[in-house]
């Protein structure tokens, strides 16, 4: 790896070459080995930009999330019996999905000036493969080449993974032990570039995706069916501001084309050592559902258990 002195950095990270959108669509060998020869170069970038930049940047941290799910969430780790709340702020949508408020509607547009000044820092990020490369396209987690790798940032997305995605999955879900590893990405739906995503599951034991736009930035279109497979029916959502959707990754769904406006999310994912998940409807992951609670049982998984972090190292496998 290409490696430079702490106050060069960000210099050399802007004026790479990147590779072509031909070539990051065909993804072809020599993109990856942009993306690792440079990765320690642009950690270093990063780090640097976020150092120039303390005095005016935001720091993100869980106070930008909504204030009702901090407090269940924060009352939930230090009583994991407190668990309940949780799952009572996320509405059913079809067995194995739910929504709730994700983000403060009153703090979204701070979130939002700092992801802008991340695009107009000029350092390289990679887009997810097949997309646009649009603004806020950007792999989140470490284990992608070109992540999003700002100190700071790293700091919430891993809160974001650790205190809050984890436990709701395994408390509505049942996803414990298939939730080790992390993934993240952005993505903006644009009707002139990315406007839809065809029918498909994700390789994941639970997704979480998570809208960013602003209560004022609507648009049309973009709608997400669900396909509840024990009845054959199919659901129809449509993502608000600061709303989040959380649901198994074997559950088939596809986004409506966007007609007009822009709709701009972070997308999660969790899943097993070596990309393991759960195999079978969610039924068959060895819990049943209680009727009077949305949370999912199990005799040997105890409110404490879903209420930890996994101390088994992180791997580097990426699925995409």
């Known amino acids: 790896m290409k490696s430079t002195t702490n106050n060069n950095a960000l210099a050399g990270a ?30 270093d970038a990063w780090r640097e930009w976020e150092f120039e930049n303390k ?9 930008l999330l909504d204030p009702k799910l901090r407090k269940v969430i924060n009352e939930a780790w230090e009583n994991p019996e407190k668990e309940n709340a949780v799952a009572d702020l996320w509405e059913e949508i079809i067995p194995g999905v739910y929504s709730a408020q994700f983000f403060d509607l009153e703090r979204l547009a701070e979130f939002r000036n700092y992801l802008e000044a991340t695009v107009n820092s000029e350092i390289p990020r990679r887009a997810p493969y097949g997309i646009q490369l649009n603004r806020y396209g950007v792999m989140l987690d470490p284990r992608s080449e070109g992540y999003l790798a700002a100190p700071n940032f790293q700091a919430f997305y891993n809160e974001i993974m650790d205190r809050y995605m984890r436990p709701i ?39 979480l995706n998570i809208n960013i736009n602003l209560p004022d930035e609507e648009f ?27 649901h198994t990754g074997n559950v088939p769904h596809a986004t409506h084309p966007i007609t007009s406006g822009q709709r701009s999310n972070l997308v999660v994912w969790l899943y097993g050592d070596r990309m393991q998940v759960p195999r079978g409807s969610a039924s068959s992951y060895g819990n049943t559902g209680n009727s009077s609670s949305k949370v999912v049982t199990s005799d040997n998984v105890t409110a404490s258990d879903r209420w930890s972090v996994p101390d088994s190292p992180k791997d580097m496998i990426a699925p995409f």
């Open 220 to 246: 049309t279109g973009s709608q997400v069916d669900f396909h509840d497979k024990t009845t054959g029916n199919v659901v129809k959502t449509i993502f608000e501001p600061g709303k989040a959707i959380i």
């Open 169 to 207: 999955a395994r408390l509505l879900l049942g996803t414990y032990g298939y939730d080790n590893q992390t993934f993240g990405f952005s993505i903006q739906y644009n009707p002139d570039k990315d406007k839809d995503l065809h029918a498909h599951t994700d390789a994941s034991a639970a997704t």
């Open 55 to 63: 005095d005016s940047l935001l720091v993100p941290d869980e106070t």
């Open 14 to 43: 802007r004026a790479l070459a990147l590779p072509s959108r031909e070539d990051s669509l065909r993804r072809e060998s020599s993109v990856s080995q942009f993306w690792n020869t440079n990765r320690r170069l642009l950690e």
